[in-house]
């Protein structure tokens, strides 16, 4: 077989493989064959739904006998340090200064050097809202973050997540 011909039998092999290749493609509205959809979609059951699949009838199991609990424990409601310990109250002044300070201002009322550079400004710490949340809630805030706030739940220690609560809560008007 010469050069052209093998070249002629090249360029026949791609423009066919071209052609099956745009033809292959449907249009994008239109979903595609699916050979095992029952794997994409499987049905789901609600925990308190009935399930014939088990002999009780329930879709909620308990978990295997020496299961180990992962995830979070449940938190206290109520902050476990006392307003009148200094410690406590100077750790959370220290921990306020380093981590919130930045963007709330020494002064908390949100004018920080970040908010300087053109950030935007948070809340007052001072503001009825803020102030008449729960301890709870507020080191939920801390720990998780809210809006533009970045969590410190992975910088800060539970307990100095607690003790920066104390420092907040001395902000009241």
């Given at each position: 077989?010469?050069?052209?011909?093998?070249?002629?039998?090249?360029?026949?092999?791609?423009?066919v493989?071209?052609?099956?290749?745009?033809?292959?493609?449907?249009?994008?509205?239109?979903?595609?064959?699916?050979?095992?959809?029952?794997m994409?979609?499987?049905?789901?059951?609600?925990?308190?739904?009935?399930?014939?699949?088990?002999?009780?009838?329930?879709?909620?199991?308990?978990?295997v006998?020496?299961?180990?609990?992962?995830?979070?424990?449940?938190?206290?409601?109520v902050?476990?340090?006392?307003p009148?310990d200094?410690?406590?109250?100077?750790?959370?002044?220290?921990?306020?200064?380093?981590?919130?300070?930045?963007?709330?201002?020494?002064?908390?009322?949100g004018?920080?050097?970040?908010v300087?550079?053109?950030?935007?400004?948070?809340?007052?710490?001072?503001?009825?809202?803020?102030?008449?949340?729960?301890?709870a809630?507020?080191?939920?805030?801390?720990?998780?973050?809210v809006?533009?706030?970045?969590?410190?739940?992975?910088?800060?220690?539970?307990?100095?997540?607690?003790?920066?609560i104390?420092?907040?809560?001395?902000?009241?008007?």
């Amino acid at each position: 077989m010469d050069r052209g011909t093998l070249n002629l039998w090249m360029g026949i092999a791609l423009i066919v493989s071209v052609t099956l290749n745009l033809a292959a493609r449907t249009a994008k509205t239109r979903p595609n064959f699916e050979y095992f959809p029952n794997m994409a979609r499987t049905v789901r059951y609600n925990p308190f739904e009935e399930n014939s699949n088990f002999a009780d009838g329930a879709t909620l199991r308990a978990p295997v006998p020496g299961t180990i609990p992962r995830g979070t424990k449940r938190l206290a409601d109520v902050n476990p340090f006392s307003p009148t310990d200094s410690d406590a109250v100077a750790r959370g002044t220290a921990v306020f200064t380093n981590f919130c300070q930045p963007c709330h201002g020494a002064d908390a009322k949100g004018v920080g050097p970040v908010v300087r550079h053109g950030f935007a400004p948070p809340p007052p710490l001072s503001r009825t809202q803020t102030q008449e949340k729960t301890d709870a809630q507020l080191f939920q805030v801390v720990t998780e973050g809210v809006q533009t706030m970045p969590g410190y739940g992975p910088q800060l220690s539970q307990e100095d997540r607690w003790k920066v609560i104390l420092h907040v809560r001395s902000f009241r008007r």
